[in-house]
């Protein structure tokens, strides 16, 4: 089975702080997807990373997918409270067709 | 539609009854997917369908649950005899076909009493 750990689980800053969220795996996934969940919501995808050592950029949000297409990372930068949710980062099995979730990372800013 | 809708949005059941959840996905989005979340946890999968079809069921707890599609419209997940460890958000999701982002619907909240 593979597991996705996300580390830290719960994370509480001040508005205009930075912050990283990280997401391990010792399996290799052949994409990485990240999601943000808001209560009484489902996810709602932010971004899909597919090749190793890609970074992408989603305004104050930059991605990385590990060389290894192992782990990744979400760093924030001036969190503002609106970033204020539950972040699951979510891999695509090589062998079968579904996405495996962490268990995601309850991230509060507060102003 | 415009997006994934799931009914209904909530659902309290006593214990021992049977419950169906409905999902309409997106037109034209072959692959479907059910996930469960429990309180403050990350998404548990149950099953998978491509098409009509459930290629991985794997992830279904029991065989109280079952689910099926009409073609590459509607699904429905049932679960038999509900019990208190039943209680949970359940979320639907499809997308285009592999390798694509996942649309969720808002999910169906079920308290099982």
């Known amino acids: 089975t593979q597991l996705l750990e996300q580390s830290p689980q719960f994370l509480s800053i001040q508005e205009g702080e930075n912050l990283t969220v990280y997401c391990n795996s010792s399996?290799?996934?052949?994409?990485l997807q990240w999601y943000r969940q808001e209560p009484g919501e489902g996810p709602v995808l932010l971004v899909t990373?597919?090749?190793?050592?890609e970074v992408k950029k989603l305004k104050r949000l930059t991605f990385q997918f590990g060389d290894a297409r192992k782990d990744s990372s979400l760093h924030i930068t001036a969190a503002q409270p609106g970033d204020t949710g539950l972040y699951l980062c979510?891999?695509?099995?090589?062998?079968?067709?579904?996405?495996?979730f962490g268990q995601g990372t309850r991230l509060t800013i507060n102003p | 539609g415009a997006g994934v809708s799931q009914s209904p949005s909530n659902k309290v059941t006593e214990k021992g009854k049977d419950v169906e959840l409905r999902c309409d996905p997106i037109?034209?989005?072959?692959?479907l997917y059910w996930y469960r979340q429990r309180l403050g946890q990350g998404l548990e999968f149950l099953i998978y369908?491509?098409?009509?079809?459930?290629?991985?069921k794997s992830g279904l707890p029991s065989d109280r649950f079952s689910a099926e599609r009409t073609g590459e419209s509607v699904s429905t997940l049932t679960i038999q005899r509900t019990q208190q460890e039943d209680s949970a958000v359940y979320l639907c999701?499809?997308?285009?076909?592999?390798?694509?982002?996942?649309?969720f619907g808002s999910g169906t909240r079920l308290t099982v009493v």
């Open positions: 999701a499809s997308s285009p076909s592999r390798g694509f982002g996942y649309t």
């Open positions: 399996s290799v996934f052949s994409s």
């Open positions: 990373v597919v090749t190793g050592g």
């Open positions: 979510a891999g695509e099995d090589q062998g079968a067709q579904k996405l495996v």
């Open positions: 037109s034209g989005h072959t692959a």
């Open positions: 369908f491509q098409g009509n079809s459930a290629p991985d």
